[in-house]
T-cell receptor, first 115, second 113 residues
């Protein structure tokens, strides 16, 4: 069975500081991995995805993530935080061999950006 | 830009009442998903359609929840009777085909009193 663990339910950074949101996955087969962002009372927006191509994935709004199979990790980073980055972030896994595309989400990490 | 539409955006109901949510996916998207997101948690898949057929409803509480996509386009999710524990955000998503990127609607926030 697949699962996702996001370490830290709340992360607080200063504006301009590095953002690091942690995600570890469990999967017995090669996974597809995703990061989504959710603003209050809105749906989810895809930031980036890993589908077995390059291990360093670049997404929208300056975010990127690196797939590390040996560490079963897919951490999300951004060099310099903006106030507009404050939101809820979800890591998700989908089994590549599955034909359904079902996503399994982590519990989420709330990012606070302080001025 | 095409978007997934959901209505209503907010719904308040009393327990034991019936509620229904509607979703209109992006035009041409064959796959439609309903997720439930309890406050402070990640979304959890309730049901998935491919055209008008159910692909996965293993997490749908079938004693009170039902979902349909009769013409393979828009979809309705119903709860009858609603319970206090059903208070959550109900998200609809669609994708062009299975295993394609999912696009999410704004969600319906349900409060059961």
């Amino acid at each position: 069975a697949q699962s996702v663990t996001q370490l830290g339910s709340h992360v607080s950074v200063s504006e301009g500081a590095l953002v690091l949101l942690r995600c570890n996955y469990s999967s017995s087969v090669p996974p597809y991995l995703f990061w989504y962002v959710q603003y209050p009372n809105q749906g989810l927006q895809l930031l980036l995805k890993y589908t077995s191509a390059a291990t360093l994935v670049k997404g929208i709004n300056g975010f990127e993530a690196e797939f590390k199979k040996s560490e079963t990790s897919f951490h999300l980073t951004k060099p310099s935080a903006h106030m507009s980055d404050a939101a809820e972030y979800f890591c998700a896994v989908s089994v590549s061999s599955s034909n359904t595309g079902k996503l399994i989400f982590g519990q989420g990490t709330t990012l606070q950006v302080k001025p | 830009e095409a978007e997934v539409a959901q209505s209503p955006r907010y719904k308040i109901t009393e327990k034991s009442q019936a509620v229904a949510f509607w979703c209109d996916p992006i035009s041409g998207h064959a796959t439609l998903y309903w997720y439930r997101q309890i406050l402070g948690q990640g979304p959890e898949l309730l049901v998935q359609f491919q055209d008008e057929s159910v692909v996965d409803d293993s997490q749908l509480p079938k004693d009170r929840f039902s979902a349909e996509r009769l013409k393979g386009v828009d979809s309705t999710l119903k709860i009858q009777p609603a319970e206090l524990g059903d208070s959550a955000m109900y998200l609809c998503a669609s994708s062009l085909e299975l295993n394609n990127e999912q696009f999410f609607g704004p969600g319906t926030r349900l409060t059961v009193l």
